[in-house]
């Protein structure tokens, strides 16, 4: 059973141009997280999906970036025109739906490491 | 203040000795991560807790949940321990129920 999988590992993209971050959960998994750790800080929740739906994205910039998780397929983070801040190290994790009352374990990828030039 | 504050900040260690690191929370939680991070590296889960104490190879985790604390300890440490250990949580206020918060991370250094 494959791990949460991430690709890229390393992106490196121009100024203005698009970045799109993959995230393949582990099997049995319905549950994605984004999260973004920039340089030297800790990490930062971005954004919470259910196959096909959008949860909590409260954590994700207004503008310019997106994510979804359809039906089959990975999860896409995707970036437009990116910046020099969105350099970073995004990580995604999964987790199964759990029970009423019961939290399901969430597991981490690898990350996919931005860097904007 | 920081809902997760994790203390130390850095540790620097001798092969063998015991080490302890700290985490406190302000918010109700419904679980409380350990997280290992090596440098370049994916995130590796250690420990999921909400109560009492867990415990895998050289690694042991407790929660007191009454005082909003954990701590992580390793046990003769070696240098392939090092790496940033992260504490992260669960809280239970709502609209946050699925998203991890998570502290500034631990980075330990194990000298051979």
């Known amino acids: 059973n494959a791990g949460v999988m991430q690709n890229p590992r390393h992106l490196v993209r121009r100024r203005g141009q698009e970045a799109r971050l993959r995230c393949s959960p582990m099997?049995?998994?319905?549950?994605v997280y984004w999260y973004r750790q920039l340089p030297e800080e800790g990490l930062k929740f971005m954004v919470y999906?259910?196959?096909?739906?959008?949860?909590?994205e409260s954590g994700m910039p207004k503008e310019r970036f997106s994510a979804e998780f359809p039906k089959e397929g990975p999860s896409i983070l995707r970036i437009q025109q990116v910046v020099r801040g969105d350099s970073a190290a995004y990580f995604c994790?999964?987790?199964?739906?759990?029970?009423?009352?019961?939290?399901?374990?969430?597991?981490f990828g690898q990350g996919t490491r931005l860097t904007v030039v | 203040k920081n809902e997760v504050e994790q203390s130390p900040q850095n540790l620097t260690a001798q092969e063998g000795e015991f080490i302890t690191i700290n985490c406190s929370y302000s918010v109700g939680i419904s679980a409380l991560h350990w997280l290992q991070q090596h440098p370049g590296g994916g995130i590796v889960s250690l420990f999921m807790?909400?109560?009492g104490k867990k415990k895998h190879g050289r690694l042991i985790a407790t929660i007191n949940i009454q005082e909003k604390h954990s701590s992580l300890h390793i046990t003769a440490s070696h240098p392939r321990d090092s790496a940033v250990y992260i504490c992260?949580?669960?809280?239970?206020?709502?609209?946050?129920?699925?998203?991890?918060?998570f502290g500034s991370g631990t980075q330990l250094t194990v000298l051979p």
């Open positions: 099997k049995g998994h319905s549950h």
């Open positions: 992260a949580v669960r809280s239970l206020l709502s609209g946050s129920a699925r998203q991890l918060t």
């Open positions: 807790l909400s109560s």
């Open positions: 994790a999964s987790s199964r739906g759990g029970s009423r009352g019961h939290y399901a374990e969430a597991f």
């Open positions: 999906l259910q196959k096909e739906n959008i949860i909590d």
